[in-house]
């Protein structure tokens, strides 16, 4: 059980880092025409290109959750998939309905979010391929926490 606790909480640390890996080196480099229509959306449509990332996080979890539960896998392997979802769950939350509002969920902010939301914002200051900062989502670089703590 401790074990458990233990690799999923280390799960969604280093998620962090492999989200940030993972936008910074892939979606700003080979699979950019995926992550294109997210920096510059096309009004037409609610889903994004963008949007199939989310399978990133759902296909390991998925099988992770299944191998550990009913497969016969050690229950730490479940850990890991609940690691990745609960990750990803806080990815789509922050990204998707605090900072892009594409639902309309009621949400409160405190500093700790809108420095989320400032980080991002300069994230999407570049609608092109290169030249973007800010790829984390759940930690940003000290100066927005500074400035957001100062203001509130
Ligand atoms: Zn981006
Ligand atoms: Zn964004």
Redesign the pocket.
Known sequence: MGIDIAVFLIVFIAMEWVAWALHKYVMHGFLWYLHED?HVPNTQRWWQKNDFFAFFFAVPSFLCILFGTQLGAPSWVAAFGFGIMAYGAAYFFV?EVI??RRLKWPVSQNWYIQSLIQA?RA??KVATKHGCICFGMLVVPLKFYKKSLAKN
Do not use: A, D, T
């Open positions: 997210h990204h900072i892009h991002h994230h999407h």
